[in-house]
C-alpha cells in the first residue's frame, strides 16, 4: 500500500519530532559527554541523523547541493569511508562542545525543512521515496541508540541521576517452559520486494533445523542471580576463553545496572533506582554472560534461525512491548511482553555474517552493514526501547560478544529429545 | 581396525621422534625465544605436549601418580583452568631459560618412557589407548605449530636466517576453474563413533546448501599481487570494517611473508629467501585479506559447509601434499596438491561454532576446543606441514581473523546462477 | 601592612568574580569537556575552588561543618589522598555533566557567603585570614588554569572557535643582548615570615653562582622558526633522549598553537587565529623543545638560581604584562613585557626539589606542592594571564618536560667567558 | 703515571676476560632471555660491549676499517643516533636468537684480538689510548649491568635458579649514628684533567652547603622492614604523587628481591635465596621508596652535593666493599663496607642535571651521558659489583626513580639544628 506524499511528509516529521522528545528530560550539559568510547553524546546523535538525511537524501536529490557547513562533513560521519575519509574519530566526540545544542536543533530544523520541501517537489519520485524510508529507519535505529546512551550517561554520574522515576507495575511470576520444534527446512530472512527491511535480512533462503526446544520466555533476573549466587562470575568452566578473560580484566561480577545496597540488589533503569524484580527478565549482559548462564543451566543459546523459526510462528501483535507503551523497562511475561516480540533483544548463538545471496545497499549505504560481519553477533526481537513500526521478526541486531549496554537479555534452547 | 599394544607403542614413539627431529635444525638459542605473544618459544612445544601425557594419561591411569616436576604443572599449561587456575602467562614463554632445552628433551624421554611401561601394564585397556590416541593428535598439532613458530622465529631475527636451503621444482601456471554444485541437503561433521575426530566436528548434522560454485584451486600469488598492486591495500571499500582498522593500525600492505627488493617481490620459507613463485597458492594471509581479495575479485569465501561439501566428493589420497612430501611450502595444483586436501588451510567465511549436538570431551579435555568457540573463523583442508594421519575432511581448525602465521590461504566461490 | 576584615572581604567577592568572568564567553557546552587528561572542563574548576574554600576554610574553622553536597567531596578533590581515599579521576572529569553549570554557580554563591559571614563572624582570627589567603592564591592559580583550558578546549574544536576576537598593537622588533653576573652567592627564595609565599618557596637560602650570562628577553617566533625550518625537529643530535622518543611517537614539529596554511603559519591565541608574529615570544614549547632550541643555538637554559638572582634585580613594576592587561597573549619587549616578570613562564634547567630547610604547609595543605617534588621542572616568571597579585619573582611553577599547554616560553644562558 | 703498551694490552685483554668470566655459571639459555624491557639479555651485553670497540676505537683509528658484520652496526646499538639512526628496539633484545652465543664470543675474541693489534701498530698514539681507556670503563659498566641483569633473569625463573650458593659470613649490629657537616662552599666533581673520568662529572665547580648531618651508614633491612611492617606501602602521606601511583598501579608492597613464606622474609640474592639479614643495609629499592621511608622516618635523603662532600672526607681504601671482594652482595658496616664507598649504590635527593661548564665528550661518544639528563635522579657510591679501579667518589650514577634492580640503597640526612 502505496503512501501519500503527505502521509510520507507527515511521518517524517513526527519522526524528527519523537528524536528531540526523546531528549526532553536531559540538562544541557547531558548532551555532550561521552562516558566510554561505545557510548555517543545525545547531542551528537541530533546531528549525525541530520547529516545522514543530507547525504543520502539532499544530496542524491539535488541536482547541485550545498552543505549546510563544511565541517559537518567529518565532524558527523560515523564511519563512512566513502563520504569522508576521515570521519571524525568516534571516541572523540565527547570533546566537541561545537556546535552548541542550540545549533544542531536549527541544522535539525533546517534539513528536515529542505527534506519536506524536496518531497513536494518530487511528490512521485520512487527513489527519493526510497531514500527517505532508509532515513526514517536510520532515525528509528539512533532513537533506541539515544535511550541507550541516555540510560549510560545518567548511571554514569557520580550524583546520583535519573531520566525520570515511574513506578512499574507488579510482576507474577511465571515458570519457563518449552516449546519444541521438530527437525525440516525452514525460510529464513526477508524478501527484499514490498515492506521495509535492511540489506543484511536476504536474500530469504532455506535453513535444515533439527529438533530443538526453546524457552517459552527470557530467563528472569531471579533465575539469573541464583547462577551469581552461586558463583558463576568465579568459576573458568562455565565461561568460553575470552569471556573469562573479559570479566577478569574488568572486574565484572553481576549485569551491567546491577548494584548491591546492604545485602538487597538495586537495578538502575530509566525509570530510576529499582529494588531487582525477580521476575522481570535479565537485561543489559554481554553474550558472554548469557553464554555462561547457559552453560550452567546445561542449556544453550538458541541459533538466530531457530530463533525466527519459531518467532515468525507467532505474529506481532499490539500487545507486544515496544516504546511505544512508554515503559522504558523490559518487564516479565504476563504484563506486556509477548513472546518473541519486543520486551528485550536477545542473544542468539550466531555469528552476524552475510545470508546467501547477500547483496549490499548500494552507494554510500554499501557501508550500512556489510562491512560489520566479523566478530559480533546477532540479537533478535526489538525491545521496549524500540519503536514498533521499525521491527520486523527478520530484523537482525548485532553487536560485539562483551557489549551490553543495549536492552539485551537472553532465552535458553536446548537439542530436541532424539539427539 | 584394531591395533595390537606393539603397534600403539610404535606409532607412540615415532610421534614423539617426529617432533624432536623437526627442531634438529635449530640452534640451542632459537628454542628459547618469542618474538609475538602468538608465537612459542619451541622448547616450550618440546615440554608442553609431555606435560599432556602427564595430565591426560598418566595421571588418569596410574592410582598415585607423581609428576615429574612440580613447577612443570603450571609452566607447561597451555590454558587449563582446570588443570591449574594460574597457567603461567602465554606472552611471558619467552623469559623462561629453565629449564634448559637440555632439561626438557630428558623430560620427555623419561615420561615417553612412563608411557610406553603404561600401555605395556595395561594391554586392553581401551581408555587407555583413547587418551594416547588424543596425546598422538595433540602432538601432531604441536607439531604443525613447531613449523609455523620456527618460521615465524627465524623470520624474525635481524641476521639473514634459514630452516634450510633447498630448491623446489618449478610450477606451471593453471587457470581457475569454477566446480558448481546444485542446492539441498548435505551430511556435514564426524560421526563420533569410529575414526578418531575431535569432538568440534560433531555432531554430524544436515545442512541445506543453495546453489553455489567453488574454484577447483586457491587464489595464487600472481592473482593476489594484482590485487596488491592495484592499491588493495589502500581501499577501504573491499575491506571489513576490523580489517581495514587492522591493516592501517599495523601499516599493514602485504602477505606476512613477502618482501620487496629492487622491484622484486620475495617470499621468505621455510627453503629459504625465494623469489615470489606466481603459479603457487597466497598464504600467510588472514581472513582480513582474503575477504578483501575476494571482495575486490567479485566473489566470496566459501562457507565451511560448502566447502565440506565440495572437498568430501573427493577422497584424500596419497598424492595431496601433507608434511611427509617434506616440501615445507604449499606448491601449484600440477605440482603435489590435489584439489582440496593439504598444501593450505582455507579460510572459511564460517565463524567457530558449535554443531548441532555438539558434545564436548569429557574431563580436562572438555577445555581442548569448546571454550575457543568465540570470534574466530573456521579453515579447512590441512597443509604443507600438516600430518597426513592427522587430517581428515571434516577437521574444523580455527584462527582469528587477522591471524595469519599459520600456512593459509583460501579459495573463491559464488552463489550459484539461478540467485 | 594588615586589611581590614572589609578589606579582605572585598578582596574575596572581588577574586570569585573574577574567575566567573573569565568563563563569560563560553558557550554551555564549553563548561564541560575535556579533551586531553591534562586539560579539565571550566566547569570542574568553578567547582574545585569552591570545594577548595569548604575543605580549607569552613570545615578548619566551623565546629561542626556541614558539607555542601557529600558527593561533592570526591567529586571535586583534585588530589587531596589525606581528604578522600579516591578522588574521582582525573581523566573522567570531562563524563560528568551533573552538577550542571548553574548549579555549581549556585553552589558557588553559597559557599562564597558562607566564607564571607564566617570572616564577618570572626574579624581577628588570624588562622582564617590566612586560609582564606591560601584560597584566594588558589583561586588565582585556576583561573591562569581556566585561561590555559579555555584556550586547549576550544583549540580542540573542528569548527573554528575562539574566546574573542581582538587585535593586538604591532611589535618591533629587539636583538637578543646577554647580562653577565659574576660568580658569588646569592639569596634565593622567600622567607616565610611577612608577604604570602607558597611553601616551596622556602626556605631563603644560600646559592654559589659561577659567571654566567643571562639574555634580556625570550626566544621569540621569528628566531624560532629558524630552528623549524634548519630541520630542528628532524635532528636527534639536539634532541634529550625522552624529547626524541617524544616528537617521534606524538608526531610533534612545532609549538603546539602553530599551524600552516599555503606556506605561512599561523598561531591559534585567545585572540584568534593570527599570523606568526617573529618578535613575539615563542609560547607553548615544552621544555624539550626549549632545550633541543639552546643546544642548536649552541646555548643552554638557566638554572632557576640564575633566573631569580637576574631578574631580582628588576622590581616588578606596573608596566609588567600581567592579566590585568587583558592582552591574553605574550608580546614584545617593547611592548607591555618588561624583562623577567610577567609575560610567558619561562622554563628553567631545574629540577623542581625541595629547598635546604623545606617545611611544607600543615593539615591537608601538606600535599599543595612537596608530593610532586618529582621529575618536573621549574618555570618562573608569570604569564599574561596571571594575576598580577598572585606572582612573586621567587614564585617557582613547575610542570613535566612533555607539558606545554601553560603560557610558557624561555630565554637563553651561558656560562661566563671565564670558563 | 703512564701505563706502558703492554700495561695497557694486559688491562685490555683481563677486562675483557673478566666480562666473559662473569657468564661462566649461566646455562645457554640464561644468555638469551629478557624478562622485562630494562634487563638486556646477557648474550647482548656480550656483543654490545665488543661492537663500542668497532665503533670508538677500531674505526676511528683504522683508516678504512671493514665492520666484522653488517647487520651487528644496529643490532648492538644500543641507543647511539649518530651510528644508526634506527638501533635495534631495546624491548625486542630477547627476540634475537641469532647471531648465537657462541658467534657471539668468536666475534669477541676476534674484536679483542684487533684491538690488541692495533695498539701494538701505535705504541705512542695518545688518542688512542685514550678511546681504549673509555671502552674499558664502558666494558666495567656492563660488567656491573651483567650481575644486575643476570640476578633479574634468574629471579625471573619459576624453577628457584641461583648464580652460585654461598653462605656469607654473619653481621653485628650497628646503631645509625649522624655525621654533622657545617655550612659553606665546597668543591663539586672532577677536573677533567689526570685521572678518567666521563664528562657528567665536570667541570668542578663550588657549591654552597647548608649545616647538615648524613648518616653513617645506608638504611637497613631491619630499619626498613619496620616501615613496611607499619603498613608504609599502604600509607599515601609518605609518598611522592607519582611514587604512591607507581606502588598502586604495579601493586608493589617490599623491597624487589624480597619474598615471605610462612611468616619469614627471605632475600634472593646472586648467593641464593637467604633469610633477610636485619643488620644488613636494604637494597634493590627505588627512589620512590627511599623517598617514602626517609619521610616516614622524619628525615631526608642527602642532596649529591652532601653525599659528595662527606663522602670524599674518607679516601676510598682497600677495605671498600667491590666486586674483587667476591661477596655479590651488600653487607653490613662492619664486615666489609666502609662508610661511604662501594657496598651499595646510594639514591640522592639530586636529579640528574648538567654541572656548571658541563662538557660532553666528543664525536659519537656525545650521546654518552648528556641526552640522558632528564628525570633521572643521580646515586652515589659504587656497589659490591662495581669493578674498584671503575669507581671514583665523584662518580655520577643515574636511573629513573622507580627502577630498582641496581644495587641500590640509601642513607639518610638531615638539616643542621640551626635551620
Redesign the interface.
Known sequence: MERTVQQVQSLFSNVRKQTEDICLPL?????????VDDVSPP?WHLAHTTWFLEQIVLQRHHSSYSFY?P?FQ??FNS?Y??IS?KP?PRN?R????????QEVFVYRQEITQRVLELLESYPSDESLRRHVEVAIHHEWQHQELLYMDIKY?LH????L?FYREQVLSDSSPSSMQWIDFS?G?TDIGKNLEGEFSFDNEG?R????L?D?SIAHRCVTNGEYKEFVDAGGYQK??F??????HWIQHQNIRQPLYWSNHENQTFEYTLNGLIPLCSENPVSHVSLYEAQAYAQWAGH?LPTEFEWEHAATRIAPSNQDHFVDMNLLHPVSLDAHSRTFHGNLWEWT???Y??Y??YQSFEGSL?EYNG?????QYVLRGGSCVTERRHYRPTYRNFFF?QQRWAFCGFRLAK?GET?
Chains 1, 2, 3, 4 share one sequence.
Open positions: 540538562k544541557p550539559e547531558d548532551y555532550c559527554v561521552q562516558p547531542k557547513h565541517t567529518e565532524l564511519y569511508q566513502g575519509p571524525y572523540q565527547g570533546t566537541q562542545s561545537r556546535p552548541t545544542t550517561v554514569a554520574q557520580e550524583m541521576t527437525d527446512l536474500s533462503h532455506k535453513v535444515y533439527h530443538f573458568p568452566e565461561w568460553l576463553a575470552d569471556g573469562w544453550r548463538s550466531s555469528a555474517s552475510p546467501p545471496g554499501v562491512k560489520f560481519m566479523n566478530q560478544p537439542d539427539r
